[in-house]
């Protein structure tokens, strides 16, 4: 097993542009996690999957944010009519133990919004 | 107030130095905490994380949580110039929520 996987690792896209992050988990962990994180801020949580339920949603995860797990193995992150503000790094975290003792993370999409 | 707070640093110390980063958190029905790693544009890796109260060793590294004043610590022993980087405290549960991250620096 490899880690925690996510593509691409870097997007440049247009203000206005939607964007689709993928994560895919170590295999047979049934939590993950989304997490943003802007330069010198550390990692905010965005949203948790059970499995393919999803169990919390931040209020930081506006309309215009969407995911999914189908299947409870990879997870996709959407984000439609991108805006500056949505520049940041896009971390993807699984874990198969409760309350995240050992949750990993990927290496992270980093989005630019121009 | 932030459920969990970092001193930003930066912090600088000569290689050998013994290094102490800490935290504080606000909500004491947590158990669990959690110290991550994480270099410039890279994702955050597990250093290790502590039940409770008490100390756990691992290596260079001590974490240590003492419940009575909230507080969490991440001391480094005989620090090298590759423990350069953010380090991130976090408290465990349903989610994880995280410090800013304390950014050291250890010059040769």
């Known amino acids: 097993d490899t880690g925690v996987s996510q593509n691409p690792r870097h997007k440049i896209t247009k203000r206005g542009q939607n964007v689709t992050f993928r994560c895919d988990p170590i295999?047979?962990?049934?939590?993950l996690y989304w997490y943003r994180q802007t330069l010198g801020q550390g990692p905010e949580f965005l949203t948790y999957?059970?499995?393919?339920?999803?169990?919390?949603k931040s209020r930081l995860l506006s309309d215009r944010f969407s995911a999914e797990r189908p299947k409870g193995s990879f997870s996709t992150l959407e984000i439609q009519r991108t805006e500056q503000g949505d520049s940041a790094m896009y971390l993807c975290a699984s874990s198969d133990v409760p309350l995240n003792t050992e949750a990993f993370f990927g290496q992270g999409t980093r989005l630019t919004v121009v | 107030q932030k459920e969990v707070e970092q001193d930003p640093g930066p912090l600088s110390v000569p290689e050998g130095a013994i290094v102490s980063l800490n935290c504080t958190y606000s909500n004491s029905a947590f158990q669990y905490f959690m110290w991550y790693r994480q270099y410039s544009r890279k994702g955050p890796e597990l250093l290790m994380y502590t039940y409770s109260s008490g100390n756990k060793e691992d290596g260079r590294f001590t974490a240590q949580v003492d419940k009575s004043s909230k507080y969490i610590s991440l001391f480094i022993r005989d620090s090298q110039p590759s423990d350069s980087a953010t380090y991130l405290c976090?408290?465990?549960?349903?989610?994880?929520?995280f410090g800013t991250g304390t950014r050291l620096q250890v010059f040769p």
């Open positions: 999957f059970q499995n393919e339920a999803q169990l919390e």
């Open positions: 976090a408290r465990g549960g349903d989610k994880l929520i």
């Open positions: 295999s047979e962990h049934n939590r």
